[in-house]
């Protein structure tokens, strides 16, 4: 006899339907997996046949084959046992056939019979295209975050059984999670000083603009872009639903709940590339590129990266996407990203204090040497941050808050957003004559730096960016001020700020 059951497979954060058809006949007792099934899709003959066994029912003792469609794309992970130990009760005729209909199946079987929770439900669960999804228990919460099925949880195959019989009701669904202990993000009024810096910071949330800070130990880059996400407005539904699949299909812990502030991701400086863009051999899993969808990925002591890691940010910066192709096939991950970085200015931290260093030149060189020139130019800010003064540090008045700067970062957003656009620094290139005119002065101001080689035609596009950010920021709604472009170029310059010359008119 056959039988067929819907299941779903996980191919990098998306979900793919699977129908897992089984069919009994008579012959030597076997049981075959085809379908394109990995190593732990293969596995699950003996894991299935224990559970099954172990619930107390009897194991067919003829030819068992399982075919899981479409037969062209390959299944990876534990996920489908429970579908294969249904749809072999259902072909032995030890499970009514209409009573699966229109029902799903979703979870791993311990060689006792009980249903384990598996990575990347959210995505597996919109995948089903039926009305009822059976999960584990464990993971009947993030089932539910999708809100188009009825789902049901279980703990064992036995229940299981019992319920599609009609012998049990179905389980309940677990109590709702008690709220957790959210830890305050934190504050900017935390920073002492760093006028410069604070108001880098504030740009980068407002316009979406890369961030990269220069200094030495104890400057307080970290700590500045730690704060950089609760300037973040929380995100809105769609952008919410993904960043929560992409969690669930990498087996990150979700909250009680979507996630709804933007993520923060701030991985080791020993990272592989593979860590960073995602991928991996067996089952592709997305990256800390992709984990930071929606939010910030700070790389702290950016100059001890690889440079083959840092410059596989490079088209996903672009972009906004990061392609992935091994010999199993091709994954597209979502990596819209906004990325703060932040660096010593040479390998012992005190190049920016005159006589201290005890670096040689060969040392510096390989240093910078890491972070590429392509890589550099996709970062809209560059500031050097150096100590605050003793003064600030020990009784200096708190800047702004958190909770002043953020409706500010909102409002620039809004603006963006009225513009046809997520953000500022995703104004298409075509589009800057008509979103970010200039004055006569402002054009002569970019015009000369374009001349003396200060900038790439990129840089050029991403200084009326970030000149655009700040007259919003400042409540400026007409054409970019020469003033407004010269804090752009100051806001990008490598290791002296950029002045203004003399004979160019401000206000013009």
Same mark, same amino acid.
């Given at each position: 006899?056959?039988?067929?059951?819907?299941?779903?497979?996980?191919?990098?954060?998306?979900?793919?339907?699977?129908?897992?058809?089984?069919?009994?006949?008579?012959?030597?007792?076997?049981?075959?997996?085809?379908?394109?099934?990995?190593?732990?899709?293969?596995?699950?003959?003996?894991?299935?046949?224990?559970?099954?066994?172990?619930?107390?029912?009897?194991?067919?003792?003829?030819?068992?084959?399982?075919?899981?469609?479409?037969?062209?794309?390959?299944?990876?992970?534990?996920?489908?046992?429970?579908?294969?130990?249904?749809?072999?009760?259902?072909?032995?005729?030890?499970?009514?056939?209409?009573?699966?209909?229109?029902?799903?199946?979703?979870?791993?079987?311990?060689?006792?019979?009980?249903?384990?929770?598996?990575?990347?439900?959210?995505?597996? #669960? @919109?995948?089903? /295209? *039926?009305? +009822?999804?059976?999960? $584990?228990?464990?993971?009947? !919460?993030?089932?539910?975050?999708?809100?188009?099925?009825?789902?049901?949880?279980?703990?064992?195959?036995?229940?299981?059984?019992?319920?599609?019989?009609?012998?049990?009701?179905?389980?309940?669904?677990?109590?709702?999670?008690?709220?957790?202990?959210?830890?305050?993000?934190?504050?900017?009024?935390?920073?002492?000083?760093?006028?410069?810096?604070?108001?880098?910071?504030?740009?980068?949330?407002?316009?979406?603009?890369?961030?990269?800070?220069?200094?030495?130990?104890?400057?307080?880059?970290?700590?500045?872009?730690?704060?950089?996400?609760?300037?973040?407005?929380?995100?809105?539904?769609?952008?919410?639903?993904?960043?929560?699949?992409?969690?669930?299909?990498?087996? #990150? @812990?979700?909250? /009680? *709940?979507? +996630?709804?502030?933007? $993520?923060?991701?701030?991985? !080791?400086?020993?990272?592989?590339?593979?860590?960073?863009?995602?991928?991996?051999?067996?089952?592709?899993?997305?990256?800390?590129?992709?984990?930071?969808?929606?939010?910030?990925?700070?790389?702290?002591?950016?100059?001890?990266?690889?440079?083959?890691?840092?410059?596989?940010?490079?088209?996903?910066?672009?972009?906004?996407?990061?392609?992935?192709?091994?010999?199993?096939?091709?994954?597209?991950?979502?990596?819209?990203?906004?990325?703060?970085?932040?660096?010593?200015?040479?390998?012992?931290?005190?190049?920016?204090?005159?006589?201290?260093?005890?670096?040689?030149?060969?040392?510096?060189?390989?240093?910078?040497?890491?972070?590429?020139?392509?890589?550099?130019?996709?970062?809209?800010?560059?500031?050097?941050?150096?100590?605050?003064?003793?003064?600030?540090?020990?009784?200096?008045?708190?800047?702004?808050?958190?909770?002043?700067?953020?409706?500010?970062?909102?409002?620039?957003?809004?603006?963006?957003?009225?513009?046809?656009?997520?953000?500022?620094?995703?104004?298409?290139?075509?589009?800057?004559?008509?979103?970010?005119?200039?004055?006569?002065?402002?054009?002569?101001?970019?015009?000369?730096?374009?001349?003396?080689?200060?900038?790439?035609?990129?840089?050029?596009?991403?200084?009326?960016?970030?000149?655009?950010?700040?007259?919003?920021?400042?409540?400026?709604?007409?054409?970019?001020?020469?003033?407004?472009?010269?804090?752009?170029?100051?806001?990008?310059?490598?290791?002296?700020?950029?002045?203004?010359?003399?004979?160019?008119?401000?206000?013009?």
């Amino acid at each position: 006899m056959t039988a067929t059951v819907p299941s779903a497979t996980l191919l990098g954060v998306r979900g793919r339907p699977v129908r897992v058809e089984v069919h009994v006949s008579n012959g030597l007792p076997s049981f075959t997996i085809v379908g394109l099934p990995d190593a732990s899709c293969r596995e699950a003959r003996d894991r299935v046949r224990a559970a099954v066994i172990s619930s107390g029912f009897p194991w067919p003792t003829r030819r068992v084959t399982v075919n899981l469609a479409p037969s062209g794309l390959r299944k990876a992970g534990s996920q489908l046992d429970l579908a294969i130990a249904v749809a072999v009760l259902v072909a032995e005729e030890q499970l009514p056939a209409g009573r699966v209909e229109g029902v799903a199946f979703l979870g791993e079987l311990g060689l006792d019979g009980t249903v384990r929770p598996v990575v990347g439900t959210v995505p597996l #669960v @919109a995948a089903l /295209d *039926g009305p +009822v999804a059976v999960v $584990p228990r464990a993971s009947s !919460h993030e089932a539910g975050l999708i809100g188009r099925h009825d789902v049901r949880p279980v703990s064992c195959l036995a229940e299981l059984v019992d319920a599609l019989r009609g012998d049990a009701p179905w389980p309940d669904p677990p109590p709702a999670r008690p709220p957790a202990d959210t830890a305050t993000e934190p504050d900017l009024a935390d920073v002492r000083g760093q006028p410069f810096a604070r108001l880098a910071v504030e740009l980068s949330a407002a316009g979406g603009h890369h961030l990269l800070m220069t200094g030495p130990p104890g400057a307080g880059k970290t700590m500045l872009a730690r704060r950089l996400p609760g300037l973040l407005p929380a995100l809105d539904r769609d952008a919410s639903l993904e960043a929560t699949t992409i969690h669930s299909a990498a087996g #990150v @812990a979700l909250p /009680d *709940g979507l +996630v709804e502030r933007p $993520p923060f991701r701030a991985p !080791h400086h020993g990272a592989s590339p593979v860590a960073l863009t995602g991928g991996g051999s067996a089952q592709m899993r997305p990256g800390e590129i992709s984990l930071a969808h929606h939010g910030v990925l700070f790389l702290d002591e950016l100059g001890e990266f690889q440079s083959v890691v840092l410059d596989s940010l490079r088209q996903p910066l672009e972009e906004g996407v990061i392609r992935v192709s091994r010999a199993a096939g091709t994954v597209t991950f979502p990596a819209r990203v906004l990325l703060v970085a932040a660096m010593n200015p040479c390998p012992c931290g005190l190049g920016s204090v005159p006589g201290d260093c005890a670096c040689s030149d060969a040392a510096r060189l390989r240093y910078h040497r890491r972070v590429s020139g392509p890589i550099l130019d996709r970062f809209d800010l560059r500031i050097e941050v150096a100590p605050p003064a003793i003064d600030e540090l020990m009784g200096g008045d708190a800047g702004e808050s958190t909770a002043a700067v953020a409706p500010r970062v909102a409002a620039a957003r809004a603006l963006a957003v009225e513009r046809g656009v997520r953000c500022n620094a995703d104004i298409p290139g075509a589009r800057l004559d008509e979103l970010a005119p200039l004055t006569t002065a402002a054009a002569t101001l970019l015009e000369r730096s374009l001349r003396a080689g200060r900038l790439t035609g990129r840089g050029l596009h991403r200084v009326r960016r970030v000149a655009r950010t700040i007259a919003d920021v400042r409540g400026h709604p007409g054409p970019i001020e020469v003033e407004h472009v010269a804090t752009a170029l100051e806001l990008r310059a490598v290791r002296a700020p950029y002045e203004v010359p003399a004979e160019v008119p401000r206000g013009a």
